[in-house]
């Protein structure tokens, strides 16, 4: 049972990226899903969350208009498109899925920290290097 994350790299300022990250074990059709990000020497942070109906995604504030979460239950699998790419979105980044939190607002998945440390299944983490 896992969640295997794919799809990071190198990329230049104005880039994209499309991460994916595929469940095993589970059909992710059931459970909130969310993207994290942890640049070096920084915290983790939500990016981008949303509840098994995926209705509402929350997206904070830096990446609005720019990156989309998504999911396709067919091949139970999770992305988060990334354009417009910045520097400042270099980081690792983690998607993880939750059971219980499946139908609270993407915004609470996100942004409550005590949550954050009892999600279900964390992928291992994709770096996203983009240059200047």
């Known amino acids: 049972v896992q969640l295997q994350a794919s799809g990071g790299g190198l990329v230049q300022t104005g880039g994209s990226l499309r991460l994916s990250c595929t469940a095993s074990?589970?059909?992710?059709?059931?459970?909130?899903i969310g993207w994290f990000r942890q640049a070096p020497g920084k915290e983790r942070e939500g990016v981008a969350c949303v509840s098994a109906s995926d209705h509402n995604p929350y997206y904070r504030e830096s990446v609005k208009g720019r990156f989309t979460i998504s999911r396709d239950n067919a091949n139970n699998t999770m992305y988060l498109q990334m354009n417009n790419l910045k520097p400042e979105d270099t980081a690792v980044y983690y998607c993880?899925?939750?059971?219980?939190?499946?139908?609270?607002?993407?915004?609470?998945?996100?942004?409550?920290?005590?949550?954050?440390?009892?999600?279900?299944?964390w992928g291992k983490g994709t770096l996203v290097t983009v240059s200047s």
């Open positions: 074990g589970f059909t992710l059709d059931d459970y909130a």
């Open positions: 993880s899925a939750d059971h219980h939190l499946r139908g609270i607002l993407g915004s609470y998945y996100c942004t409550d920290i005590s949550a954050r440390k009892d999600l279900d299944y």
